[in-house]
């Protein structure tokens, strides 16, 4: 399978406990995107990469969030001490300039 | 602030029909816009795009945009039940880095009747 894929596809966790999603992007794709989800909501756009480089974070993007995309292949997507309110879908997409390709995303249960 | 407006619905028609899905967005520098179709618990795919004022026909689907009124539609003919999803209207800016990232709106759920 060639798409996007998204490590774990589920999580739950308590609150106050750290979490980290993994994004594998489309091989030949330089843009990595991270979203978020929440019930009747569009996608909510949180940070990007461009190669290794994070060219752009949302203000959605608290200091308990973190992301990194090493070596410009897969990227991480870490939560600190997460709260009942991150509980959401975190959609990955990669692409080249153009269309955007998403992974299943990672549904994210904090209890 | 960028924003992009559309009906949540639910949208109803029955099969057979013709179903428009309208969205208006906020950013005149906006200069690409998307419609991705996004089925429960799945995640969004793309159905089209379109770059210029006017139509754009694909198959059963039809883009039309009015960058004046700042305004885009999708027109489905023929509308199957499988059709019924939420459709997601998406814009992108282009700035002094290259693309901007797609902002998307609420999504417009439709339902077709079978």
């Known amino acids: 399978d060639t798409g996007v894929s998204q490590d774990p596809r589920h999580k739950i966790t308590k609150r106050g406990q750290n979490v980290t999603f993994r994004c594998d992007p489309i091989?030949?794709?330089?843009?990595l995107y991270w979203y978020r989800q929440t019930l009747g909501q569009g996608p909510e756009f949180l940070t990007y990469?461009?190669?290794?480089?994070?060219?752009?974070k949302s203000r959605l993007l608290s200091d308990r969030f973190s992301a990194e995309r090493p070596k410009g292949s897969f990227s991480t997507l870490e939560i600190q001490r997460t709260e009942q309110g991150d509980s959401a879908m975190y959609l990955c997409?990669?692409?080249?300039?153009?269309?955007?390709?998403f992974g299943e995303g990672s549904r994210l249960t904090v209890l | 602030q960028k924003e992009v407006e559309q009906n949540s619905g639910p949208l109803s028609v029955p099969e057979g029909a013709i179903a428009s899905l309208n969205c208006t967005y906020s950013d005149r520098g906006s200069q690409s816009f998307f419609w991705y179709r996004q089925y429960s618990g799945k995640s969004p795919e793309l159905i089209m795009f379109i770059y210029s004022n006017g139509d754009k026909e694909d198959g059963r689907f039809t883009a039309q945009l009015n960058k004046a009124s700042q305004y885009v539609s999708l027109l489905i003919r023929d509308s199957q039940p499988s059709d019924s999803a939420t459709y997601l209207c998406?814009?992108?800016?282009?700035?002094?880095?290259?693309?901007?990232?797609?902002?998307f709106g609420k999504g417009t759920r439709l339902s077709v009747i079978a």
């Open positions: 091989s030949e794709h330089n843009r």
């Open positions: 997409a990669s692409s080249l300039p153009g269309e955007l390709f």
């Open positions: 990469f461009q190669n290794e480089a994070q060219l752009e």
């Open positions: 998406a814009v992108i800016e282009v700035g002094r880095a290259g693309n901007t990232p797609l902002v």
